[in-house]
């Protein structure tokens, strides 16, 4: 479920609050099972962040669309990008390798997409697990998760590299051409 920016603060206030009601009292609640509640606290929040984010994509996706119906491509990145290319007086060719370019990267973002839509199922299959408290499944599962998660984070920073090389790409071709 996707959360409003202003239901957010309160979750981490009142993140903070337990936290420190916990420090101040003597109670069951001592290492591991202490740790394992601000585990949870601490994974629940960041599935709030992702939703959040995953919140402002869609709403960043849909308001492109409703500017473009006519663009060749469906990632917001991907679309700003061609617009910028097509902005930065190219040539025909170079349009058209630049094209063939953001179509690869296009495909870089969806496959991105869904391996973040993998760790999420990952991550709630894992809090599941838990929940039965199997050791040997847990085990198994947060390996699988942590797999999935490892190979989710080097292709983001492998897409943003690459966002940021079609860039100054785009940049650093334009401002050749209008030198000319």
């Known amino acids: 479920p996707n959360l409003p920016l202003h239901l957010l603060s309160p979750l981490f206030l009142g993140l903070f609050a337990s936290e420190e009601i916990h420090k101040n009292e003597i109670s069951a609640l001592e290492g591991d099972t202490k ?90 299959k894992l809090q599941h697990v838990e929940s039965l408290g ?10 699988k998760y942590n797999t999935i998660a490892e190979k989710t984070r080097e292709m983001g920073y492998k897409m943003k590299k690459h966002m940021q090389d079609l860039s100054n790409k785009i940049s650093r071709e334009g401002l050749e051409h209008n030198e000319l």
């Open 35 to 124: 740790e394992h509640v601000l585990h949870q606290k601490h994974s629940d929040l960041k599935q709030k962040m992702s939703d959040l984010n995953q919140g402002f994509e869609r709403l960043r996706k849909i308001s492109r669309e409703g500017f473009s119906t006519d663009s060749e491509f469906r990632e917001p990145r991907v679309i700003e990008l061609w617009e910028a290319a097509k902005r930065a007086n190219l040539s025909d060719n170079e349009l058209d390798s630049l094209k063939e370019e953001l179509r690869h990267f296009e495909t870089k973002v969806e496959k991105h997409s869904h391996y973040q839509e993998q760790l999420e199922l990952s991550h709630q």
């Open 134 to 143: 199997d050791k040997e499944h847990i085990k198994r599962n947060q390996e």
